[in-house]
């Protein structure tokens, strides 16, 4: 009862986290356009794939240079890694909520959400790119791709869902479900390349494809798209709880409204 209560009052805002907002701010300007300057100009390609072999995909035979791939790749893994932290903490934000009805904990899961969706659409597109080069089609229904794709049409689905259901307890409820399913299916994803050797989208990390130069360009973009996905979700959860606030004085403002009218009668 306490935490319904809680969940009713004024939400605060400010704070440390948003202190660091601007701070994060830059150090993701800096990190991702040093990260794209060394892809693009610094880091040599991998030596011995310069062209890759002539396969089969989507019934296509394809013998593509494996040039333009290797930079779209130093951004294609740190978008998806940051997507999938956000749906994490969406995840542990709906738990919370179905746990306690702790309206700021919904408030929580939806926008660690619509950072998630910001981040799997950035990380479809440049997946798309990178298949494009390398594989010479568009899409083939390879398993990690699949499994992404599902992943981005039950985020997709979350969003449709909360402007569906007007009661804010039924909706919360209903949302954090989804968004719950969403992240079982993380683990898919990330493992799923393991579980179907078949598979033909490469294992980087486990083969060793990445050469000591990849390693720090793709850390360095880690970390700004880390940084800029925080600041992304700390400036929308203040607008959130901007707005909740506002609603929360003007029903405070009509009840005392309503009070002085009874009292005047």
């Known amino acids: 009862m306490r935490d319904k209560e809680e969940g009713k009052r004024v939400p605060e805002i400010g704070g440390w986290p948003d202190r660091l907002a601007p701070i994060a701010v830059i150090i993701a300007a800096v990190l991702t356009t040093a990260g794209f300057l060394d892809a693009f100009f610094l880091v040599p390609p991998v030596p011995g794939a310069s062209v890759s072999e002539p396969a089969s995909i989507g019934g296509v035979l394809i013998q593509n240079k494996l040039l333009i791939s290797q930079k779209i790749f130093f951004f294609h893994m740190p978008v998806a890694m940051v997507s999938f932290c956000a749906l994490a903490f969406a995840g542990y934000y709906s738990i919370r909520f179905l746990m306690s009805r702790n309206e700021r904990f919904d408030a929580c899961a939806k926008v660690a959400m619509e950072i998630?969706?910001?981040f799997v659409l950035m990380t479809m597109a440049t997946g798309e790119m990178w298949t494009r080069f390398e594989w010479g089609v568009w899409w083939t229904w390879d398993p990690r791709l699949t499994t992404?794709?599902?992943l981005m049409l039950i985020v997709i689905a979350y969003?449709?869902?909360?402007?569906?259901?007007?009661d804010a307890e039924r909706r919360g409820v209903f949302s954090a479900v989804l968004a719950i399913i969403a992240v079982v299916d993380v683990p898919i994803c990330l493992m799923i390349t393991r579980l179907i050797?078949?598979?033909?989208h490469p294992v980087v990390v486990r083969e060793g494809g990445?050469?000591?130069?990849?390693?720090?360009?793709v850390g360095m973009i880690m970390v700004g798209m880390l940084?800029?996905?925080f600041a992304l979700y700390r400036a929308r959860f203040r607008q959130v709880l901007l707005s909740q606030r506002a609603e929360a004085i003007k029903e405070k403002m009509d009840e005392g409204s309503s009070l002085g009218s009874e009292v005047m009668k």
């Open 148 to 150: 992404y794709l599902i």
């Open 210 to 217: 990445m050469s000591p130069e990849m390693g720090i360009c």
């Open 197 to 200: 050797p078949s598979s033909v």
């Open 227 to 229: 940084a800029l996905g």
């Open 159 to 166: 969003m449709v869902l909360r402007s569906m259901v007007d």
């Open 116 to 118: 998630a969706l910001v």
